[in-house]
């Protein structure tokens, strides 16, 4: 059975960082790319970026320069760093795979999603 778990997410100050992880289980992506997306009640899940299988990134404008995002194939692992958080960055964050190589934009298109973890940026 296909899992993918996310975890690290809570609730962290403006101006401060997380880092969220995605662990995958039941079968190796390292030919597929992985993404991470978010939503907030009451709006359309979107991308916060994505790595393609052979570690190219994309970032969405919003995230761009406080938001990384990193892969350990060998740990089946994802990884979203995030810094410089923003009360806008309050969310559910999701990872999800699609079952292609290259980083997808539409959300219709990923086959495998975690269960989401909150993150909310509040003082």
């Known amino acids: 059975q296909v899992r993918l778990v996310e975890s690290g997410g809570g609730l962290v100050q403006p101006g401060g960082s997380l880092m969220l992880s995605c662990a995958a289980s039941?079968?190796?992506?390292?030919?597929?790319?992985m993404a991470w997306f978010r939503q907030v009640p009451g709006k359309d899940r979107e991308i916060v970026g994505g790595i393609s299988s052979d570690g190219h990134t994309f970032y969405a404008t919003s995230v761009k320069g406080r938001f990384t995002i990193s892969r350990d194939n060998a740990k089946s692992t994802m990884y979203l760093q995030m810094s410089a958080l923003k009360s806008d960055d309050t969310a559910v964050y999701y990872c999800a795979v699609p079952n292609v190589p290259y980083v997808i934009l539409n959300d219709l298109d990923y086959e495998w999603w975690g269960q989401g973890t909150q993150v909310t940026v509040s003082s």
């Open positions: 039941g079968r190796s992506f390292r030919t597929n790319a």
